[in-house]
């Protein structure tokens, strides 16, 4: 059975950091993409990051020199480093892994809060 658990998020000031964390479980972890997408309140869900098995990244525009997306095969785990975090992150954020075998598998989510 295939489980993402995410962790790290919380409420943070305007300018300050994270570090989520995503543990997988029930996969073949080295040979899957990874991401981190988003959600806010009333609006669609977003990629943030991405990494492939290879270790190559892609990013939103928007989170481009401020967001780092990290992976660990051995410890099966996928990290995403946001610094100088503005309100407009504000969301629920979650990790993704696939597709694999034409699926795609999500977390529970964690939140992240930005005050100004």
């Known amino acids: 059975q295939v489980q993402l658990v995410e962790s790290g998020g919380g409420l943070v000031q305007a300018g300050g950091s994270l570090r989520l964390s995503c543990a997988a479980s029930g996969i073949i972890f080295s040979s899957i993409p990874m991401g981190w997408f988003r959600q806010a309140p009333g609006k669609q869900r977003e990629s943030v990051a991405t990494?492939?098995?290879?270790?190559?990244?892609n990013y939103a525009d928007s989170v481009k020199g401020r967001f780092t997306i990290s992976r660990d095969n051995a410890k099966k785990m996928v990290y995403l480093q946001m610094n100088s975090l503005k309100p407009e992150d504000t969301a629920m954020y979650y990790c993704d892994a696939g597709p694999t075998g034409g699926i795609e598998y999500w977390g529970q989510g964690t939140q992240v809060t930005v005050s100004s």
């Open positions: 990494i492939t098995s290879a270790g190559n990244t």
